[in-house]
């Protein structure tokens, strides 16, 4: 990996750093690192990512934790929820759902999307914490209220089912379409799925045919089924064409679903002069 000097990193520009790491990946690693190793937490919280998606470095999930736990205790929020998704998925540690759900609460009180999304997600499956549906709607509705489009759809199923409201399809489409339109493909299958029972057959086709470009696998897997057993001929003849291409979904997205936002923005912190302290 690529030697990056103290010196170098205080002297970079925003726009030339923006540069490097939008560039090729082993370089934006190797900056990443020595910004992390120099105590920059914004730095160690990207590192980990990098670690775990294998993005410029090799695969190492062990790595990836610990830089991760350096930057979730200095209460950076991102760094605590994917400490959380480590916790709860063993990813580089013994797999804990309970502190898995420590860690999420803890992101999301710091007012991150993704850790309430994944407080909430706990709450109301009891996933290492008694089940509590009302107060994962509260954080449900407190992410939604943020613009974070899975927990968008969330609520849109907790209207659709009755739970801890009452049950209302009307609120339910909503939410599910406001879910669709912000790219997480349950809700785009949920929308498509209201949609055609209202009769919306063209209309809900064409967020069908979105769902394969972001779902996992077995989301897609799930939805062909769903397809297969339509009486709309259009939906059975989805199916079939996604069967015969052999769509393969994501497969090429990083492993942890919650990831540290994409482009220059995440690394603005980088940009502050580097710490004497290290990780």
């Not at 801890?164 to 349950?186: K, M, S």
């Not at 009486?231 to 069967?243: C, H, K, M, Q, Y």
């Amino acid at each position: 990996m690529e030697q990056v000097t103290l010196k170098a990193l205080a002297s970079v520009s925003h726009d030339e750093l923006a540069t490097i790491l939008s560039g090729p990946a082993a370089q934006a690693a190797a900056w990443v690192a020595a910004a992390a190793h120099h105590g920059i937490v914004e730095a160690q919280a990207v590192y980990g990512q990098y670690l775990l998606d294998g993005h410029g470095v090799e695969r190492d999930a062990e790595e990836a934790f610990t830089w991760f736990r350096h930057a979730a205790r200095r209460d950076h929020p991102m760094a605590m929820n994917m400490l959380g998704r480590c916790y709860e998925h063993g990813w580089g540690t013994a797999a804990c759902a309970p502190v898995a759900v420590y860690w999420y609460r803890l992101a999301a009180r710091a007012g991150l999307d993704w850790g309430m999304y994944n407080y909430a997600s706990a709450l109301a499956l009891g996933n290492g914490v008694e089940c509590d549906r009302a107060e994962a709607l509260q954080w449900f509705r407190r992410a939604a209220e943020l613009g974070h489009a899975k927990s968008l759809n969330f609520v849109g199923s907790f209207y659709e089912d009755g739970w801890e409201v009452d049950a209302d399809a009307t609120i339910a489409l909503d939410y599910y379409r406001r879910a669709a339109q912000g790219g997480d493909f349950r809700g785009q299958f949920n929308y498509a799925r209201l949609l055609a029972e209202r009769g919306e057959i063209d209309h809900a086709l064409q967020w069908l045919q979105r769902v394969p470009h972001t779902a996992t696998p077995t989301f897609v897997a799930k939805m062909q089924r769903w397809l297969a057993a339509s009486t709309v001929s259009v939906f059975r003849a989805l199916g079939e064409d996604i069967e015969a291409n052999g769509f393969t979904a994501n497969a090429a997205a990083p492993i942890t679903g919650n990831t540290t936002a994409n482009g220059n923005a995440q690394y603005n912190a980088m940009l502050r002069p580097a710490q004497e302290s290290r990780a």
